[in-house]
């Protein structure tokens, strides 16, 4: 597993989110459904099993600006 970043990416990953909140597997899935099934507080797009969160909604959010 590589532990660096694109910074040109629009979307984020399940994995990349979970790297960036240093939280677990299990934990990081249970939470993005949630987040999904609300929208709130970043937007999360799911395709098919596979969740994809824009990268500026969810930076908002970290750093408490939304």
Do not use: H
């Amino acid at each position: 597993m590589e532990n660096t970043f694109d910074i040109s990416k629009k979307v984020y990953d399940a994995e990349d989110i979970q790297k960036l909140l240093g939280i677990g597997r299990t934990k990081t899935y249970e939470f993005l459904d949630e987040v999904y099934q609300k929208q709130k507080p970043f937007r999360v797009i799911k395709i098919g099993k596979s969740y994809r969160i824009p990268c500026v909604s969810f930076e908002k959010w970290l750093s408490g600006e939304e």
